[in-house]
């Protein structure tokens, strides 16, 4: 489907390979990714509540190969994570959760947790998410752009908890105004799609969303 749709890069999900995959297995799983013209940019999201899970999830990404882990550790694992991070020489992207859990509910509050931590410590900016928390995710990207390594790109109905993801374009999200934003500040990360919409049957909305998402950029 990746394919079909000339999608070239995957934030690899433990669903995707497992985190005690070992080396055969990784080799074989990168070997099929190459085969559909795909690259492995990331692992994530990982959650980790203790020490000994903050170790899997860079030790799965080394052996993965990649510099990026889209994390959720534990508030209270952080200078744990620090220095996990500075061992592996790899990013840590904390990933958002909105008004659905207390842990790391927008922007502002992976912003308070990192910015006087290692630079290699920031955050993965879900604008759904944020802005279902009630935060606004153009001002959130201007502001802490240089802490964002990864964005997790949906649309939403509305504002509130109460809100859903639908497809890219038939929300409220202004996504030419957050593609002028990135050029602005000049934003290098990831924009990954993450479509929580029809989950048994996503592929027409995936389709779709990837195919707005384009335009925009050509259009902008």
């Known amino acids: 489907f990746m394919q079909k749709l000339d999608v070239h890069y995957l ?31 990331g692992v994530g999201p990982i959650y980790m509540k203790s020490e000994a899970e903050v170790d899997r999830a860079f030790a799965y990404a080394k052996r993965v190969g990649v510099n990026l882990v889209v994390g ?16 592996y020489d790899i990013r840590l992207a904390i990933h958002l959760h909105g008004p659905d859990m207390p842990l790391y509910p927008d922007a502002t509050d992976i912003w308070e947790h990192v910015k ?6 920031g955050m993965c900016l879900d604008i759904g998410h944020n802005l279902r928390y009630g935060s606004d995710s153009l001002r959130d990207l201007k502001k802490y752009y240089k802490r964002v390594f990864d964005m997790h790109m949906k649309d939403v109905t509305g504002n509130t908890k109460a809100d859903h993801s639908v497809e890219l374009g038939r929300g409220v999200i202004d996504f030419p105004s957050y593609v002028r934003i990135m050029r602005k500040v000049g934003y290098t990360g ?9 989950m048994k049957t ?11 998402f384009r335009g925009v950029c050509a259009a902008v």
């Not at 005690?20 to 940019?41: C, M």
Request: hydrophobic fraction near 35%.
């Open 11 to 41: 934030c690899i999900k433990d669903f995707h390979l497992p985190l005690d995959s070992n080396e055969e297995q990784i080799a074989a799983f990168k070997a099929k990714l190459a085969k559909a013209g795909v690259t492995g940019y």
């Open 72 to 87: 959720v550790p534990n508030y209270d694992l952080l200078d744990y994570t620090e220095k996990v991070v500075k061992q």
């Open 116 to 121: 006087d931590r290692d630079p290699r410590m």
């Open 190 to 198: 990831s924009v990954s799609l993450e479509y929580e919409k029809d």
């Open 202 to 212: 996503p592929f027409n909305g995936i389709a779709e969303s990837v195919g707005y």
